[in-house]
Structures are given as C-alpha cells and as structure tokens.
C-alpha cells in the first residue's frame, strides 16, 4: 500500500517520542520511504540512532554540521516528502508552527513543506485543553494541516485524561487512508457553503450566529486533497482554508449566499450546505444608526430569507449529490428525514447538540448521518477534518453510484 511513499516524520520533545520508533519500522516494511527529523529535546527522548537505523536514512536535527561545515537544506526536506507528519508535537513547537517562528531545522521544513501535513498533539490534559493550545489548533487545521487527535487515558504525569500521542497502529492506518484516498474525487466539482450569514439591521448592527465555519472548511480541505475542484461560499468568518484546489467567494448575507450557491449549483457534481444560515432577516434596512428610544419595547419584524438547500434541491439534476446539515433538538431523526424528503436530499447530517465538544466553535463534531437508502449511521466525536472524511465517503460512495451508468 505505501509502496514508494515519501513520509517525513518531525519528532519533538514528548515523552510519547519513544513510540515513533514503532511507526517508523510498520511504515518501512509497508515498503514507505522514510525520513526523520528531530527537535534537539526530542533527541533526550529517543535516540536518533535509533531512528536512523530503523529508517535506514540519516536523521536531521541540525540546520548544519558544525565539525564540516555541510548544510541540511529544509527546502529539499520539505519538497522531498508526500506526507509530512509531527508526532508527538508538542505545545512548544505547535506555537510556533502557529506563529510561523523557525528556530530550528523542523520549524524550518515545516514552513517549506509543500505535501499535506498531519499533526498529532501529545501533552499532558491540562496543557491540552489550555485556550492556547486549543486555538493553536484551530490555528493549523485552518492552514490545512490535519489533526490525529490525541486519544484518553494514563498520562505520562500520572494523571488520567485527553493527552495520550495517538497509538503508532492507528497511525500508520491513517496514513495509509491518506495514500488510498488521495485523487479519489479527481475532477469532481464540488460546492461547499460554510460559516454564517450576517443580516444588518443598520449600519452597525446584525442579526447573526455562533457558526466558526470550522466544519466547512474541513470539509474543502478534505474534498481537495482528494483530487476535487472546490468552490467554497462562505459567510464572514476567522480562519480560511489556503489550497489551490479551492476557491474561495465570500458573502455576507443569505440572500448572498443564495446568488452564489444557485449561480454555482448548476456547474457543480457535489454540493454541501454547511452553512449555519439566518433563517429571517430584518423587514426594512435602517440606512441610519437606529437611535434608542425612551419606549420599554423595540420590536424588530422579520421576513424569511430563501432556503439555499431547497433550492439546490430542487434544481438538481440526475447524477448531482446534494447534502444538507441539520441541527435539531428533539425527535431529531424523524425531523432529520423529513427535511432529507422536502429538500430532495442525498444524505442529511445531523449535528449533536447533546455532546460536550460537538458543534459550534469546537475542533470536533459527532454527527449522524441519515441517508435516502434508509439507513442511520452514527459517529463517534471526532476532530472536523475526520467527520469531514466521513461525510465524503458517503459523497463518494453515492457519487459513483448515481453516476455508474451515465455517460461522461
Ligand atoms: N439552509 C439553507 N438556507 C437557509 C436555511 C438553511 O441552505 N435559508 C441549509 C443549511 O445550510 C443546512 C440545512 O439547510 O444544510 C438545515 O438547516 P436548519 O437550520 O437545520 O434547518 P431549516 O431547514 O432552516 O429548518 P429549522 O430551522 O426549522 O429546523
């Protein structure tokens, strides 16, 4: 499977470096070429005899030899590898790979990487669930990188929690995963639309919500990387995703977002509303701050805004995949395939509202997905960028089955 393979492994300084070795030896005898690259404090953890023995390559720790002189280029490191992968990163470095600080060769490689670049955390819990780290993360999965998030249990410190480096196994399947999918969707145009919407009231104010765009992003990140052209529409928001493949409209309202999405809906193979969309917008538009009155009440009157899905849906051609999200509080299966029906859906995603770290603002989600086939197919929490791979082997797999027998 990983036959011929270029996988570049950044090691840093984590306890949980002692395991690398583990990965380095399935990855070589799955026939993956292997290079590593380490931190100097990684090197107080595992050795990097150890590395390039097991390799069967020279380990990189230094920009330059200091006895002769010669010099490890991060530029042919970094356009060398197919897939670069940081594990464990630790807090330390994962800084500043957010901020872009090239203090040693790793950092360097990193920022001259051109391949996709996976990042698997290890840290004791607390330092995990800092808002540095947390937004650190979010910082680098919206440059594209993926994470392999840590997994729960004994820690190093003896304390029990989210932490643990991802065990080498499952790694090693996730990279094989990558190699698999990569150019799976090649050609395929795909629709995304993301974020919120925002409906002015007056020049400084808004009628709007709590979506990231997380989710939607992770999703153009996804399709890209496997082969699709992708047009991402979204509403206003912090982090955008940066890959060729994708191109990117920004708008602002939902009726926006509908001129988009329907202009693009007729080029597209695939489209996914992921978009958190205001469902009303203000009656009239206050060209002028409204001034506060000295009455108790202000009552805003509110107009429904076009439903963008609906639309789609009901333009939608044969062959076309159409995926809509839902977000419900009860009886939420049954209301989940109701829409499926009405918006002439392939498949519905159905966002938890019940689980801690699901939903709005978090780096993971925990959908279930309810297709026309009739099935139900719920998911564990995970990082956006591993629901999004789920949702796109679905996209795939009904892709090609609509499209079996239809001519090109
Ligand atoms: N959606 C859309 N255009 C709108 C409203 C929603 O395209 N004006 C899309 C969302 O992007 C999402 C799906 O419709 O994919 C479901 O949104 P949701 O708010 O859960 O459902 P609604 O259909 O708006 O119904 P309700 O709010 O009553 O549950």
């Excluded at 009405?342 to 603002?361: H, P």
Aim: proline residues 5%; positive net charge; charged residues 20%.
């Amino acid at each position: 499977m990983l036959k011929g393979k270029k996988i570049l492994i950044a090691i840093t300084g984590s306890i949980a470096a002692y395991k690398i070795p583990l990965l380095v030896r399935l990855l070589i005898k799955d026939g993956a070429e292997v290079k590593v690259v380490m931190t100097p404090s990684a090197c107080d953890f595992v050795t990097p005899l150890t590395l390039s023995t097991l390799s069967q390559s020279p380990v990189y720790i230094k920009p330059f030899n200091e006895t002769d002189g010669s010099w490890t280029s991060h530029i042919e490191l970094g356009s060398w590898a197919d897939v670069m992968l940081f594990a464990p990163l630790s807090a330390n470095t994962m800084a500043k790979m957010a901020t872009g600080i090239t203090d040693n060769l790793l950092t360097a490689v990193y920022l001259a990487a051109r391949c996709p670049v996976y990042f698997a955390p290890a840290m004791d819990v607390d330092m995990y669930y800092h808002p540095t780290t947390q937004s650190n993360i979010t910082k680098l999965q919206s440059f594209g990188n993926l994470l392999i998030a840590p997994a729960e249990g004994e820690l190093a410190s003896g304390l029990t929690g989210f932490g643990r480096l991802e065990e080498p196994a499952n790694i090693f399947k996730i990279l094989e995963c990558h190699f698999e999918k990569a150019g799976s969707l090649n050609g395929v145009k795909v629709m995304i639309t993301s974020g919120p919407t925002i409906e002015p009231i007056d020049p400084v104010r808004y009628i709007s919500n709590h979506s990231s765009g997380q989710m939607g992003n992770s999703l153009a990140m996804e399709a890209a990387m496997r082969g699709a052209d992708v047009t991402l529409i979204t509403g206003p928001v912090h982090e955008l995703p940066n890959h060729p493949a994708i191109n990117i409209i920004k708008v602002g309202t939902a009726a926006e977002m509908f001129n988009a999405a329907i202009g693009n809906f007729r080029k597209c193979n695939v489209a996914i509303m992921a978009a958190a969309v205001a469902d009303y917008k203000p009656v009239v538009y206050a060209d002028k701050k409204i001034k506060k009155s000295s009455s108790v009440k202000f009552n805003l009157e509110l107009v429904p805004t076009a439903d963008i899905l609906a639309g789609c849906g009901k333009m939608k051609k044969k062959g076309q995949v159409l995926v809509g999200f839902a977000l419900e509080t009860d009886h939420e299966i049954e209301n989940a395939g109701k829409k499926l029906n009405t918006k002439n859906l392939d498949f519905i995603v159905l966002n938890s509202m019940r689980d801690k770290g699901a939903g709005f603002g978090y780096a993971t989600n925990k959908v279930t997905i309810v297709n026309r086939e009739g099935d139900t197919l719920e998911y564990g929490l995970k990082p956006k960028s591993e629901v999004a791979a789920d949702i796109l082997d679905q996209v795939q797999r009904i892709y090609i089955k609509s499209n079996l027998h239809r001519p090109k």
